[in-house]
């Protein structure tokens, strides 16, 4: 038995303002268990600012910008271009979903209720496996950053695992926090991660007023670059893709909570902030926010905030680990997983899914950063892994906003008006926002399997591996979602008895 007692009651389909909730629930399956269930065991101490800020640490990922900054101009635009066809379509499909049914895994819930519980599974396991690494890219930043505090730092694997390891014990003594206590600690770091980047802007600006300013050389019509070196412009697809964790957390937003608001103010505040890391990358081409401080007020100001970034990619780091575990407990809810992972500890956390998460980000972020770097291609064999994996995990992830404007479409023809922020949505416009999410997003996986991210490999050979990679990945998903519909509904009759506490629905 999870030995929690229900907290609220059980909750309902939510379609919008207008007309009555069960004119999409007629044409979808009734909700899994792991729907109920979470609404009533897990705390919901999510607000609006809560909800603003835990989408910004999930999206905001500079690194790839202060990259493509130094490719060009045209690299700025595809920047520009990404936020309009995926951050915002994407913002637009999870302020819906969330609206609609705030339960912890929304996104595999919807689909299981859509598509039926085979393809519910599918798009769990294709939107936890690009999680995972997400909470590994953050682990590679935090590394990264450290390195740039002091020439030499962390050159030895054995430096690196023993940096990884401290950050996985203070990941899991996070992780068994009470909520309202973790999400205290995201806020108060993504909005030092805010000031930061805003007062780097403003460093910027006084640079460029007390001299005289001239383009970077990368910005020069006379400047080439080598083709096999030049960045491509499928790298700006890296700066928008967080945007599935909120959902996996919708459960835990407080009652009434409309999340359109929120999350379309975070939206705002995420391509602000890469507009003032693109002028840092632009005043400093060698560095970002942290020389433009530097530079402006002494070496002080920019160890400051190299030190407050590495506490942003810790923080990025839980919220995609809490995320990632939310996913494997409503998995384990609904028999999909063992459903020892289902259980809460006493601050009614799922201890075991996320201690099962951070374990295995731990081993992934050891065989990319501490295994592979020893091997006698050293960092180059390292850096193809991590571009290869990263590629492919974008691809998944792409796969999957797919489903949500799918969902989106299919809801939009079906109920006239949705809730979005507390007001009503146009059907036609959810309809071109999935139309537009969709286009962006086709060229976008397009674009990434046909251009190497890395000059260690040829366009044909890049193509023919992440293509491979990405095959694989799906094949796995779908292999292994056969199995578990499998277990589920058998173990289906046996879970309620076990939630209520009667009996094991492993026995026998």
Not at 93 to 106: I, V
Not at 171 to 181: A, E, H, I, P, V
Not at 253 to 267: H, I
Request: charged share 10%; net charge positive; with cysteine.
């Amino acid at each position: 038995m999870i030995g929690q007692q229900p907290n609220g009651r059980d909750a309902t389909v939510q379609t919008g303002t207008g007309g009555p909730p069960d004119r999409v629930s007629r044409a979808i399956c009734p909700p899994a268990l792991s729907h109920y269930y979470t609404r009533r065991a897990l705390p919901r101490p999510i607000g609006s600012l809560d909800l603003c800020l835990l989408y910004f640490t999930a999206l905001f990922t500079p690194g790839p910008l202060l990259q493509l900054t130094r490719e060009g101009p045209s690299t700025l635009l595809a920047a520009v271009l990404g936020a309009v066809t995926l951050l915002l379509p994407m913002t637009l499909a999870t302020s819906q979903l969330m609206a609609l049914t705030p339960s912890e895994g929304a996104l595999y819930a919807w689909t299981a209720r859509l598509l039926g519980p085979y393809w519910g599974t599918v798009v769990g396991i294709s939107d936890w496996l690009p999680g995972l690494l997400a909470s590994v890219s953050a682990l590679a930043s935090l590394v990264t950053t450290l390195q740039s505090l002091k020439a030499g730092w962390l050159a030895e694997p054995w430096q690196r695992g023993l940096v990884i390891m401290i950050v996985l014990a203070l990941l899991l003594l996070l992780g068994r926090q009470r909520q309202r206590t973790v999400q205290r600690i995201v806020n108060t770091f993504s909005a030092l991660t805010l000031a930061i980047v805003i007062l780097s802007g403003i460093c910027s600006l006084v640079l460029l007023q007390q001299r005289a300013w001239r383009l970077p050389p990368f910005w020069r019509p006379d400047w080439t670059v080598a083709g096999s070196s030049r960045s491509p412009d499928s790298l700006v697809a890296l700066l928008y893709l967080g945007y599935s964790a909120p959902l996996s957390m919708a459960g835990e937003l407080r009652p009434g909570l409309a999340p359109g608001r929120p999350l379309l103010g975070s939206a705002s505040l995420i391509c602000s902030s890469y507009l003032l890391v693109a002028l840092s990358a632009l005043v400093t081409p060698n560095g970002g926010p942290a020389l433009a401080l530097e530079m402006a007020l002494g070496h002080t100001a920019g160890s400051m905030a190299l030190v407050g970034l590495l506490a942003f990619y810790l923080c990025a780091a839980l919220v995609h680990t809490s995320a990632g575990a939310r996913l494997l407990f409503v998995a384990s809810l609904d028999g999909l997983l063992p459903t020892g992972l289902a259980l809460l500890n006493r601050e009614r956390i799922p201890w075991r899914a996320f201690v099962t998460q951070t374990v295995l980000t731990g081993v992934l972020a050891a065989v990319l950063l501490v295994a592979l770097p020893p091997v006698p291609s050293e960092a180059a064999f390292s850096s193809v892994a991590m571009a290869l994996l990263l590629a492919t995990m974008t691809l998944l992830r792409l796969f999957v906003a797919f489903f949500c404007f799918y969902m989106m479409t299919l809801l939009s023809y079906q109920q006239p008006s949705l809730a979005l922020g507390g007001r009503t949505t146009a059907s036609w416009l959810l309809r071109s926002g999935t139309m537009v999410g969709a286009t962006g997003s086709t060229l976008a996986m397009l674009d990434i399997l046909a251009h190497s991210w890395t000059p260690m490999l040829s366009n044909s050979n890049w193509t023919l591996l992440v293509g491979s990679l990405l095959m694989l990945c799906m094949s796995a998903a779908t292999l292994a979602a056969l199995p578990a519909t499998t277990r589920a509904s058998r173990l289906g009759p046996r879970l309620l008895q076990w939630l209520q506490g009667e009996g094991d629905p492993d026995a026998g």
